[in-house]
């Protein structure tokens, strides 16, 4: 078995720019999480699938790609206390549609189960987490609450990642139609 997960991936150079604000978390707070995948927007959450079977599953995401392009705009940081720090983006409906929809066609056709069923969706894009420690989030917090972050980019594809045992690698392109 191998995990995958499925995402939107943050293009050039805003990708780089999110990296380096990855790295300020590794270097001023010891936290490197965030830096174990690309900068993204998580569609579904992490789930295991048979590595035998992985022609499947892409075939079966390629039906999967039936919506316009749309934008995403991102603006500013945000926190889930007391571990996480994110870059929030702005409210888009496209992206609550096709997240919508690819978590039910997941669910419905794949037997993938995606705690978004049960929570809710709320995108963003993580640059510290899990191994944040509670007393450098609080610092942390400070330094990034008023800080600008603005950037804007299309949607025309998303990816499957994967898994390599100690990263997230971008494993398999999906363009929207």
């Known amino acids: 078995m191998n995990r995958y997960f499925l995402a939107i991936i943050s293009p050039e150079p805003i990708a780089s720019q999110i990296s380096d604000i990855k790295q300020h978390f590794l270097n001023e707070y010891g936290s490197k999480g965030a830096l174990r995948s690309p900068a993204h927007l998580t569609l579904h959450m992490p789930f295991e699938w048979k590595e035998a079977k992985e022609h499947k599953l892409i075939e079966l995401l390629a039906q999967t790609t039936k919506c316009n392009p749309f934008q995403i705009k991102l603006n500013g940081f945000g926190a889930f206390p007391p571990k996480t720090i994110l870059i929030k983006n702005e409210p888009c409906e496209e992206l609550i549609d096709f997240q919508s929809n ?76």
């Open 102 to 177: 690819l978590a039910n066609y997941t669910k419905r056709n794949m037997q993938l189960f995606n705690p978004t069923h049960n929570r809710g969706y709320n995108p963003h894009i993580t640059v510290a987490f899990r191994d944040l420690k509670k007393e450098a989030f609080v610092k942390a917090w400070q330094e990034f609450e008023t800080k600008d972050f603005k950037a804007t980019f299309e949607v025309d594809t998303f990816w499957l990642l994967k898994h390599d045992g100690k990263v997230w690698k971008a494993f398999k392109e999906f363009e929207l139609s």
